[in-house]
């Protein structure tokens, strides 16, 4: 199942670096190959070295000069990469770089030291096989003790998932681990809880590959923990992201950047886990910084077709169904359910409690990329309601400027991809509280950020989200790692916050951490990042007191 070819560091270890690229493969963000025709030989992970093809220089990074000298990272063009000179994605090879046979020689050049006396590392043959298409991996996955690298030649997925709502996804090892780890210990990918996702992507040795599995499409903050240690490694963190420590990629709180990113249907993505450069400490282990990133496999098709909605009982203390087009999902109070995956279109929600009654019914629309959560409440008049509420999953804001690598022709900016923030709605789904505000501790007000909305969470009516029209951005960030708690207040047009809910006990960071203590570095964790929404659910009559909730809505 593993083909490397190797070559030897002679004299220097070139090492590519998780802090030092943004390039995670998002839409708008390919290689504009203009009048070039792509071959299927794809290049990937090759920042950080010169590629010469066929003699023909690809890519020209220029020599990174000794402490002090000066910039280490100018641009330095070439035709094939006219902005920059450098590669910073996967790179499919143009066919005319291609012979009769398919094939091509890729010469892997060390330009550090000097730009006009290029260091020859070694070169390996590609082939392409356009029904059996491989990707060829420059990573350090031979890096442990001999200063030796290699490419390792990995096959690409040609065909989407059976199903048509779903994606394909698997775990790529190229790691390196040392003594506080035995050479070859296996990785998992999980669920951002550490569930791990399927037992075909668990286990996977170093240089080794899992087969694809297929998941619903939907927004996932995927992690890689190494097996038997409990231990995650972080993802690639970009340009714009701080870090408390370049050397071991956390932030405030114990947090590693992991980002948050929704995966179409019909896509096919390999999640690459490679050696960065350098060590950080875990308790008594020493781990290499090994981190991962993403690569697409298999471009998906915009889509107009699918929509993923789910449910939360606020209503019924006994539990509910909540029934769509024959699907039903059994709700218990205060929870919310699985998603559903429904086509764009007109639909049905009808709610039952727990003997089969009909306490709410409601019409909805939605259209192809929508998350929608359909809020079951009560209402002061008796009758159970349902508010259906838009989640905004790609965390996409209109900006003037795309510092961030993001879409430029739309002018959007996607903090969940590109930094840490706990994006929170809030909601009042109390119906004897006409105004709602939740803060800060001690009352508090939250600030207006950049991504972060004081007005979404002020003066919130009985199953009313924010505006729409005052609230373009209706979220608050709670900042990743923050160990700030939630408070709540009944409040008043121009009267903020108002008066305290005594009664109603605060969220506490906890609320917002799913994976296990253990499995962060020495600090304890805050708040992890997410997309979220805090409730205020319940009745405040009699002996009865409301309390808050958090749903989780990416997985």
């Not at 590392?121 to 059996?132: A, M, R």
């Amino acid at each position: 199942m593993k083909r490397t070819i190797r070559f030897l560091l002679a004299g220097a270890v070139l090492t590519t670096s998780c802090s030092k690229s943004k390039n995670d493969v998002t839409a708008g963000r390919q290689v504009t190959y203009e009048n070039l025709a792509p071959s299927t030989v794809r290049i990937v992970l090759g920042t950080g070295w010169d590629l010469v093809v066929n003699n023909d220089t690809l890519t020209n990074f220029l020599a990174v000069p000794f402490a002090g000298t000066g910039p280490t990272s100018l641009p330095n063009p070439t035709k094939y990469f006219p902005t920059t000179g450098k590669l910073t994605d996967g790179y499919y090879l143009p066919q005319q770089f291609l012979d009769a046979g398919g094939r091509a020689i890729v010469k892997v050049m060390a330009a550090q030291l000097a730009p006009a006396m290029p260091y020859l590392l070694d070169s390996f043959q590609v082939q392409e096989d356009y029904y059996h298409p491989s990707d060829y991996y420059l990573a350090g996955t031979q890096l442990q003790t001999n200063n030796s690298t290699g490419v390792t030649q990995i096959p690409r997925a040609v065909t989407p998932a059976g199903d048509p709502t779903h994606i394909r996804i698997r775990l790529i090892n190229l790691g390196v681990s040392n003594a506080g780890l035995a050479p070859g210990t296996p990785l998992t990918l999980t669920l951002a809880d550490g569930t791990p996702v399927s037992p075909v992507t668990s286990g996977i040795a170093n240089g080794q590959w899992s087969d694809y599995v297929e998941l619903p499409y939907g927004t996932y903050s995927f992690r890689i923990l190494i097996d038997g240690k409990g231990i995650q490694l972080p993802a690639k963190a970009p340009q714009l992201m701080s870090v408390t420590s370049q050397a071991d990629f956390t932030i405030t709180g114990g947090q590693y950047y992991i980002p948050t990113r929704t995966f179409q249907p019909g896509g096919a993505y390999s999640v690459v886990v490679y050696y960065s450069g350098g060590s950080y400490q875990y308790k008594e282990y020493p781990i290499p910084t090994n981190c991962f990133s993403f690569e697409t496999d298999i471009q998906p098709s915009a889509n107009l077709t699918y929509a993923r909605v789910q449910g939360v009982n606020t209503a019924e203390e006994n539990g509910l169904h909540l029934q769509i087009d024959g699907m039903d999902s059994v709700i218990g109070y205060g929870l919310s359910s699985g998603y559903t995956t429904l086509i764009a279109g007109s639909h049905t929600a009808k709610v039952t409690d727990g003997t089969g009654k009909v306490v709410a019914e409601k019409k909805f629309s939605v259209k192809g990329g929508d998350n929608l959560t359909l809020w079951v409440y009560p209402t002061a008049a008796g009758p159970d309601s349902v508010a259906v509420v838009q989640n905004n999953m790609g965390g996409l804001q209109s900006t003037g400027t795309n510092a961030d690598g993001s879409d430029a022709g739309a002018l959007l900016y996607d903090p969940l991809n590109f930094d840490m923030i706990v994006q929170t709605r809030f909601l009042n789904l109390c119906p004897d509280l006409d105004y709602v505000t939740f803060t800060q501790p001690n009352g508090v007000l939250f600030p207006n950020t950049r991504f972060s909305s004081a007005l979404a969470a002020q003066n919130l009516q009985p199953g009313q989200p924010a505006d729409a029209i005052a609230v373009s951005y209706p979220y608050v960030n709670l900042i990743s790692g923050s160990a700030t708690n939630i408070e709540v207040y009944q409040s008043k047009p121009r009267a903020l916050p108002g008066n305290r809910l005594n009664g109603v006990a605060d969220l506490t960071p906890t609320n917002f951490v799913h994976l296990p203590a253990a499995q962060y570095p020495s600090q304890p964790p805050g708040k992890e990042p997410g997309v979220y929404t805090v409730a205020l659910i319940g009745r405040s009559i009699a002996n009865q007191q409301p309390k808050m909730i958090v749903v989780k809505h990416n997985l």
